[in-house]
């Protein structure tokens, strides 16, 4: 039903594979449209992450290099290196200074980056039967049975960087090396760990149905007249996808957004079975997905240190 995937990268870039996401649930579907759906999926996530990349400013390459020494450091400490760390930690302490004086206004700087995929296959019926599934086990006060299956309905990106705090960093890697050269050790081994714990950490969550849902709205504005029920089906599973998302509770604070946009995907089957004038409602369309999404990535942020 969900098979989960983690890229991670520090620095160097998104190197995004999800050729292990998919699990084939459904064997009346044809073997053709099970790969447009694997494709399609393939297609939406690589666009989120290459727009999550973009995003994303390069850390200077003496930052990277110096929070490098800082583990060297912490290692060299575990050993009791005490000479190996020292040595570290001088460079670190060189390499931060080296980036701040190119560039005093540094603050938050990403270090590493990480997309989590989960991917729900089933449709919005399946998503019902496991909801009403999990309400009975509740009535019966079968807890554990029902928490199991509700684990499985995500059907998001999770898209989480790594930052250093300029402000904080290098200060700390500045005192562990005061200590050491006074011999404490234990001290040093503390301030570095605790620089460590301070790394800022933000999780965007995308959920995949919307994005989903747009890319299939998106081909049938592609198709042209002759194909007009490749068009219809299209906006249908479209429109099964933004169900999915509001079953999953994807929509709780713009509810009315998704239901504008189920209004607009069957304004739009409506004019391609009449007068097939869609092109505004189209462009219409294209705007609310796209200001819908930019809602749910600015509001689904989450940080902790």
Do not use: C, W
């Not at 714990?197 to 999780?203: D, F, L, Q, R, W």
């Not at 089906?233 to 504008?260: F, R, S």
């Amino acid at each position: 039903m969900k098979k989960r995937v983690i890229i991670s990268t520090v620095l160097a870039g998104l190197l995004l594979s999800t050729s292990a996401l998919y699990a084939n649930t459904n064997n009346n579907v044809s073997t053709t449209a099970k790969k447009q759906d694997i494709q399609r999926l393939k297609n939406v996530v690589n666009k989120e992450a290459t727009q999550h990349r973009q995003t994303l400013k390069k850390a200077p390459k003496e930052i990277a290099q110096a929070l490098k020494q800082t583990v060297v450091a912490l290692k060299a400490l575990q050993k009791n290196d005490t000479k190996s760390a020292k040595e570290a930690l001088n460079k670190a302490t060189k390499l931060f200074d080296t980036a701040l004086k190119n560039n005093p206004k540094l603050t938050l700087v990403p270090v590493a980056d990480a997309i989590e995929v989960h991917d729900f296959t089933g449709d919005s019926k399946l998503v019902k039967h496991i909801i009403k599934a999990a309400q009975d086990l509740l009535e019966d006060y079968d807890t554990q049975a029902a928490r199991d299956i509700l684990m499985p309905l995500e059907d998001e990106m999770d898209m989480t960087t790594q930052y250093l705090p300029m402000g904080m960093y290098p200060l700390a890697t500045k005192e562990a090396l005061k200590e050491l050269n006074k011999g404490k050790t234990k001290e040093a081994f503390s301030t570095l760990v605790t620089a460590l714990s301070g790394i800022v950490v933000k999780t965007t969550v995308i959920p995949l149905p919307l994005i989903t849902a747009q890319s299939l709205v998106m081909e049938a504005s592609h198709l042209d007249k002759k194909n007009k029920e490749q068009a219809i089906k299209l906006l249908d599973l479209a429109q099964d996808e933004l169900e999915k998302a509001v079953l999953l509770g994807y929509t709780k604070k713009h509810a009315p957004a998704y239901k504008t946009l189920k209004k607009e995907i069957k304004n739009i089957e409506k004019e391609i079975r009449g007068k097939n004038v869609v092109a505004k409602l189209y462009e219409k369309i294209k705007k609310d997905f796209a200001s819908l999404l930019n809602k749910h990535e600015a509001e689904s942020v989450s940080k902790k240190h």
